[in-house]
């Protein structure tokens, strides 16, 4: 018996100096560096990742640029899901039970620097490394919530409004302490699909946006903080615009001013309850 605790003792003490060896699992300097299963990958401008079709075969994480995910339909056309910044993992599919092919495609819009994490290493490491699993799944946590929060936009919010929360959701308003208000470049089309409106009506906004000093647009667009409390406000977004464009300015036409007394006429007017 004496023998038995003996040996386990031995065990213990075997284990503690084994693992003293090690240092620590680092999840940021394991996304840092390349190694065995993991390389560095710089893209160019418009250079893709990877292509809808391709096989599942790796999960990257975006180390330095902006990037962006779209799909095309079987028509042709081509729509924008999300746009990716440093920090996050893209084709998390690859980690999927069955290794299946790619649903999306991922473009880089700047020169973008990411880590390529063959399958079976990022499978290895979530398995064993409880701080990276954990660091892994707050990423995905994360991506479900918005993915939510993009769905309840497209289904009860504007177009206006919702070209609004995707130009602060891209400054990283409420991400970063420091919000990148100078926007990468990207165009109206590319708005246009992400909120599933016209190039036209998106110019049209744009310009409004700009009059009423919420961004600034010449060629790149810088993004005010002055935009973030319009998309929080209680009212639709379109109402306040409107309003804001059509109350104000002296020496407006005569037909502009009928126009704002109308709107204010209903906003001021009761609800009557439903019978």
């Known amino acids: ?3 038995n605790g003996e040996d386990c003792l031995f065990a213990t003490k075997r284990c503690c100096m084994t693992d003293s060896k090690w240092p620590a699992f680092d999840p940021q300097a394991f996304l840092a560096n390349a190694g065995l299963g993991k390389r560095i990958v710089h893209l160019k401008p418009k250079q893709a990742f990877f292509s809808q ?6 999960v990257f994480y975006l180390q330095e640029g902006r990037a962006k995910l779209t799909v095309v339909s079987n028509a042709g056309k081509e729509a924008t899901i999300t746009l990716l910044s440093p ?3 893209v084709g998390e599919e690859a980690v999927a039970a069955v290794a299946g092919n790619r649903l999306a495609t991922a473009t880089a819009i700047t020169v973008c620097t990411a880590l390529k994490i063959d399958r079976t290493e990022m499978i290895r490491v979530i398995h064993e490394e409880r701080a ?3 660091l892994f799944l707050a990423f995905l946590l994360a991506r479900s919530m918005r993915t939510q929060a993009d769905l309840v936009d497209q289904l009860f919010n504007s177009s206006e409004k919702r070209l609004a929360r995707v130009l602060l959701l891209m400054a990283e ?9 100078l926007l990468p470049v990207i165009t109206q089309e590319n708005l246009a699909e992400m909120i599933g409106t016209t190039r036209s009506r998106v110019s049209r906004f744009m310009n409004r946006f700009r009059k009423l000093g919420f961004i600034q647009y010449n060629g790149r667009i810088r993004v005010n903080k002055s935009l973030l409390n319009v998309v929080l406000h209680d ?6 615009a409107i309003s804001a464009a059509l ?4 020496g407006s036409s005569k037909s502009a001013k009928r126009i704002a007394k109308l709107v204010n006429t209903i906003q001021k ?5 439903v019978q």
Not at 173 to 181: A, D, L, N, R, V
Not at 235 to 240: A, G, I, K, L, T
Not at 269 to 273: E, F, I, L, Y
């Open 247 to 250: 109350l104000a300015p002296p």
């Open 87 to 89: 920090g996050e993992f």
């Open 53 to 58: 079709g391709d096989v599942a075969d790796a």
């Open 1 to 3: 018996m004496a023998q």
């Open 235 to 240: 009212q639709p977004f379109e109402q306040n």
């Open 269 to 273: 007017a009761p609800k009557k309850p």
């Open 173 to 181: 308003f409420g991400k970063s302490p420091e919000p990148q208000t």
């Open 132 to 134: 990276f699993s954990d």
